[in-house]
């Protein structure tokens, strides 16, 4: 059965850091390209980041990059996403998700699984 299941969110103050970490299983992990989304209340759900299976490629939102950081352990089927210099507009739930495949993506439409996702709360 393919799992994934994400751990780490929290309320944190602006300015703070939180990692995130998604448990997939093996069946799950092994040869996918990984990605982290995010939805706020009202909004429709956004790309965040993304890192593919064997160059550990890396693609970020604009919104997110110099500040988040995803990154892989293959031997423990986990990914990562390092957020720092958190901001009030980062409060969302974030949501790991796994896509079949090399080529990384950036579209939710593209994932083929999905976790169910930990809260993120930034306040000001």
């Known amino acids: 059965q393919v799992q994934l299941v994400e751990s780490g969110g929290g309320l944190v103050q602006a300015g703070g850091s939180l990692r995130l970490s998604c448990a997939a299983s093996?069946?799950?992990?092994?040869?996918?390209?990984m990605g982290w989304f995010r939805q706020a209340p009202g909004k429709d759900r956004e790309f965040v980041a993304t890192?593919?299976?064997?160059?550990?490629?890396?693609y970020y939102a604009d919104s997110v990059k110099g500040r988040f950081t995803i990154s892989r352990d293959n031997a423990k089927n986990t990914v990562y996403l390092q957020m720092n210099s958190l901001k009030p507009e980062d409060t969302a739930v974030y949501y790991c998700?796994?896509?079949?495949?090399?080529?990384?993506?950036?579209?939710?439409?593209?994932?083929?699984?999905w976790g169910q996702g930990t809260q993120v709360t930034v306040s000001s």
């Open positions: 093996e069946h799950t992990f092994s040869n996918h390209v």
């Open positions: 998700a796994a896509k079949i495949g090399f080529r990384i993506a950036t579209i939710s439409n593209e994932y083929n699984f």
């Open positions: 890192i593919s299976w064997g160059t550990g490629t890396t």
